[in-house]
């Protein structure tokens, strides 16, 4: 079993920068493909940054050229670095990851339903 721990988060004014960090264990990390998603109480959990099989990364519109997604497989972590955080931005971030061929090839087709997360880290940026 996978398990995925994020770190990072905090409370910060709005402006800041944060580095948000997630460790893949339990599982190769070579066969998931991986994602950041975030989510406020009472709302859905939406897609942040989300990496394909393709390699390519999909970026919500309201973070592009804020928000950078990498990987570091040496390390079994993906990161989000957040840039010019804005209020709206406050969330609880969680990364997320699958090995299903199928889902990794566009899961924001499958809406974003990983199969596995980790337990999420706050992020909140005051104004």
């Known amino acids: 079993q996978v398990q995925l721990v994020e770190s990072g988060g905090g409370s910060v004014q709005a402006g800041s920068s944060l580095r948000l960090s997630c460790v893949l264990s339990?599982?190769?990390?070579?066969?998931?493909?991986v994602g950041w998603l975030r989510q406020r109480p009472g709302e859905e959990r939406r897609g942040v940054a989300i990496?394909?099989?393709?390699?390519?990364?999909t970026y919500a519109d309201s973070v592009k050229g804020r928000f950078m997604a990498s990987k570091d497989a040496s390390k079994n972590s993906v990161y989000l670095q957040m840039n010019n955080l804005e209020p709206g931005d406050s969330a609880t971030y969680y990364c997320?990851?699958?090995?299903?061929?199928?889902?990794?090839?566009?899961?924001?087709?499958?809406?974003?339903?990983?199969?596995?997360w980790g337990q999420g880290t706050q992020v909140t940026v005051s104004s």
């Open positions: 997320a990851a699958d090995r299903r061929t199928w889902f990794c090839r566009s899961p924001g087709w499958y809406q974003y339903r990983f199969n596995s």
């Open positions: 339990g599982d190769s990390f070579g066969s998931y493909c």
């Open positions: 990496f394909d099989s393709d390699g390519d990364t």
